[in-house]
């Protein structure tokens, strides 16, 4: 057996086609794009790149981006008037603050400044609360969580009863991720790094979701056959048969895993893909929202 590749490249692709068709949609009735708002503070190459991916993106479908690049020594006063700023700016319908801040600033008082309306990342502690609790909905699910359960649903993966496993309980992707397969009716259990029988446990799981951050963690042996695994980690490796001296995988040994799964996200083309789409989906859910329509 070989398992079936999960292209998040053409998922994403595909959705974009459509919100770009949405987004002609609301200047129509509007007059203005849909705006998305970035807050990055510092210089770490990862979010910056990340932040210029997801302003390109914008551009690629007709949304406009404004982008608030302060420097590593900003004062928690200056992070929460560029907040405040994008709250007050109609023309903003989602407003992104990059993940992880300095440690001098307050990222929970930062995150929890976002206007609920505009909390198109899904981190505002009123949405997180909201998608934690039985018969609540968040107004915006976290981007690279919420692109998880879409390429499950692409996969035909019936959660209902599944045994779920997260490896990783971060408050960006295991967490929020978690609640979200309880919603879908799955058994969940988070792995983690005090975890002490972690092979055992990924060996029972209908479905992986690997999110911890280290190289090849999860080899294919740990895997049930037939197993649906989705790849969150991007872990950047020294490779000397790389002409840039290193290369991106993911969490899963993904060529131990390929025999073995039934499903399998690459990386990269998997999930990050998946991320930018789904801000760009609750942004453009935001906009029509901010007019009088859409739930």
């Keep these: ?3 079936k590749i999960i292209d998040g490249r053409l998922v994403a692709d595909r959705m974009q086609v459509a919100i770009a068709e949405d987004v002609k949609a609301f200047v129509a009735q509007a007059g203005f ?9 510092g210089d770490n190459p990862a979010s910056a790149q990340y932040v210029r991916m997801k302003r390109k993106a914008c551009e690629k479908v007709g949304m406009h981006s404004v982008g608030h690049l302060l420097p590593l020594d900003s004062s928690q006063a200056v992070v929460e008037e560029a907040v405040e700023s994008l709250n007050a700016d109609p023309r903003i319908h989602g407003i992104l603050v990059q993940l992880p801040m300095p440690k001098a600033i307050d990222e929970a008082h930062i995150m929890s400044m976002v206007s609920l309306e505009k909390d198109v990342d899904g981190f505002h502690p009123i949405n997180i609360g909201r998608l934690a609790q039985k018969g609540r909905e ?9 692109g998880c359960m879409v390429l499950l649903k692409e996969a035909g993966v019936n959660l209902d009863g599944a045994n779920a496993v997260v490896i990783g309980r971060s408050n ?6 978690a609640l979200m397969l309880m919603k879908a009716n799955a058994t969940v259990t988070i792995c983690h790094s005090r975890t002490r029988n972690t092979a055992e446990i990924v060996r029972g799981a209908d479905v992986v979701i690997a999110a911890i951050g280290q190289p090849n963690y999860v080899p294919g042996d740990w895997l049930k056959p037939g197993a649906v695994v989705i790849d969150v980690g991007t872990n950047r490796v020294d490779d000397p048969t790389n002409e840039k001296g290193y290369t991106f995988v993911g969490d899963v040994d993904y060529e131990s895993a390929l025999p073995v799964a039934g499903a399998i996200t690459k990386v ?9 789409t789904m801000l760009l989906a609750n942004t453009m859910k935001s906009a029509w929202r901010s007019i009088g329509q859409g739930a």
């Design 138 to 146: 968040p107004s915006f699910t976290p981007a690279t969580p919420t």
């Design 268 to 276: 990269p083309g998997g999930v990050g893909p998946m991320t930018i």
């Design 172 to 177: 960006i992707v295991g967490m929020p991720v």
């Design 33 to 41: 794009p849909p705006g998305l708002g970035v807050v990055l503070v």
């Design 1 to 3: 057996m070989t398992a």
